[in-house]
């Protein structure tokens, strides 16, 4: 498959998520751009990260959760493709989601959350929880979890891949 740099250093990345090796998260990327079905735009990278995730992992090694909003948050994966790489069922994407984002934080919520059946809602801004996110004062201070969990993850994603990968 051929991609371009940008593509290459998220792929690159999310093997070194998943691996936690510069040498494996490399093998995984070539090994990855040698066998991925050659496409262009959102479903060649999809279909990128896909054969990387094959390459560099046997097993899971990160939780549905934490693998989900890396892809969504970190890499600009849309969510249903995020799902779809990392085994979510799409009905449960956007609670997941919310998961990794808070899982992202560096301090602990400790605090009880008032309405955990927006928890979703709020993670993708749905309007209606939104809205009542502005009227409800745990809502609005998990609202904020959230937001602060996604520019974490946005953040700590990128891990600058070696020299010469792209080409």
């Not at 593509?7 to 751009?33: H, K, M, N, P, Q």
């Not at 969504?72 to 799409?90: C, F, K, Q, S």
């Amino acid at each position: 498959m051929r991609a371009d740099e940008r593509t290459v250093a998220a792929a690159f990345a999310y093997a070194w998520w998943l691996t936690g090796d510069v040498d494996a998260a490399t093998s995984a990327v070539r090994e990855a751009t040698g066998t991925a079905a050659d496409g262009g735009g959102a479903s060649g990278k999809a279909a990128l990260l896909a054969a990387v995730r094959r390459h560099a992992i046997a097993a899971r090694t990160l939780c549905p959760a934490s693998e989900l909003a890396l892809l969504h948050d970190g890499h600009g994966v849309e969510l249903d493709v995020a799902a779809d790489l990392t085994g979510v069922d799409a009905a449960d994407a956007r609670v997941e989601l919310a998961h990794g984002r808070l899982e992202a934080l560096v301090e602990t919520v400790r605090d009880d959350f008032a309405h955990p059946e927006r928890l979703g809602g709020l993670a993708v801004g749905h309007p209606p929880d939104v809205a009542h996110a502005r009227q409800c004062e745990s809502c609005a201070s998990v609202r904020d979890l959230l937001a602060r969990g996604r520019r974490e993850l946005s953040s700590v994603a990128a891990v600058p891949p070696p020299p010469g990968l792209a080409a």
